[in-house]
């Protein structure tokens, strides 16, 4: 068996899916691989086991296989996916779930072969309504602000209730609650509980305190 293969047989995440694991997924850009195993444990401590980490940077694959072999208790999951290669290179580092910011036919068909649960990236309803024609019904609602925010998700509820979204982009602590009301939003996705002072400075314990706030938003 692959390695490839090996990753794409993996249990899924326990749960009834990425959407429901916690009210807020971390989307974290690691430009140093040894933070990944000290900021996961801290974001878990926190209350917030699912990490979006992003194949923008180098570090990104060592950090997701870091945290996959020593913070079993995180759901590692890999984010900006762009290419099917992608996800082959996210399941053999470990990646529990996988997230695009949009699709293609071929990715979308690498993400539905993986066997992990994955978040396809769509901003209209055309991108919606040939999801849920493929079966899928969780997505990624980006760029969430700049796409038309709470009101435009709140306009489909009705014509679309099947679809689910974890909306991504511009949504901060003030504006997390709004999204997570919404009858067709499982959980949304942030850096605020990451500033860039508290990651350079290595203060696990402030992204604890703030991963702690934000798991506490939906309660």
Not at 21 to 41: E, G, K, Q, S, T
Request: include cysteine; charge should be negative.
């Amino acid at each position: 068996m692959s390695d490839v293969t090996r990753a794409a047989s993996s249990p899924a995440p326990s749960g009834p899916s990425v959407l429901g694991l916690a009210p807020v997924i971390p989307v974290v850009v690691l430009h140093d691989a040894a933070d990944a195993v000290p900021l996961a444990r801290a974001l878990v401590a926190g209350g917030l086991p699912a990490i979006e980490v992003t194949l923008r940077t180098p570090a990104a694959l060592d950090g997701i296989r870091a945290v996959a072999e020593e913070v079993p208790e995180a759901v590692i999951g890999a984010g900006t996916l762009l290419a099917p290669g992608q996800v082959a290179a996210a399941l053999v580092a470990g990646a529990r779930f996988l997230v695009s910011p949009g699709w293609s036919p071929r990715l979308l068909g690498a993400m539905k072969d993986s066997g992990v649960p994955f978040l396809p990236g769509v901003s209209t309803v055309s991108e919606v309504v040939t999801l849920l024609d493929e079966g899928v019904t969780e997505m990624k609602f980006f760029p969430a602000e700049a796409a038309g925010g709470t009101p435009y998700l709140h306009s489909l509820v009705s014509p679309l209730p099947q679809a689910r979204f974890c909306p991504t982009g511009g949504i901060g602590r003030e504006s997390a609650p709004s999204y997570l009301a919404l009858p067709n939003v499982g959980c949304v996705g942030g850096t605020w509980m990451l500033p860039a002072d508290a990651l350079a400075a290595k203060d696990w314990d402030r992204v604890r305190q703030l991963a702690r706030e934000a798991a506490a938003l939906a309660a």
